[in-house]
Nanobody, 121 residues
Framework: DVQLVESGGGSVQVGGSLKLSCVHS????????MAWYRQAEGKEREMVSI???????EYSDSVKGRFTASRDNQKKTVYLQLNDLRTEDTATYYC????????????????RGQGTQVTVS
């Protein structure tokens, strides 16, 4: 089974920045569609960004212009740079392997990591 391990979360002040990382343990990472989700306490899961295997990336409207996703296929890692953080960005952030190589913002995942907490105050 694929394992996904996130890191990089923490507590920051409003306007601060963090960079999240997610390492994928499986092979053929280059043909895998990936995504970042978040879930705040008491709220539904929200798709933050999708990263297609061809490096085409989309963002939810709530983070567009502030967050930047990327992937390094040699390191089998995806990243999420969080800038200009707001209190409403507080959540557990998950990376996920999508079911398709070219996912849409509404696509579902096949596996996800354990999450990393981001707290903005």
């Amino acid at each position: 089974d694929v394992q996904l391990v996130e890191s990089g979360g923490g507590s920051v002040q409003v306007g601060g920045s963090l960079k999240l990382s997610c390492v994928h343990s499986g092979y053929r990472f280059g043909t895998v569609g990936m995504a970042w989700y978040r879930q705040a306490e008491g709220k539904e899961r929200e798709m933050v960004s999708i990263i297609r295997s061809n490096r085409n990336i989309e963002y939810s409207d709530s983070v567009k212009g502030r967050f930047t996703a990327s992937r390094d296929n040699q390191k089998k890692t995806v990243y999420l740079q969080l800038n200009d953080l707001r209190t409403e960005d507080t959540a557990t952030y998950y990376c996920a392997k999508q079911k398709t190589e070219y996912p849409a913002l509404t696509s579902d995942y096949s596996s996800r990591g354990q999450g990393t907490q981001v707290t903005v105050s």
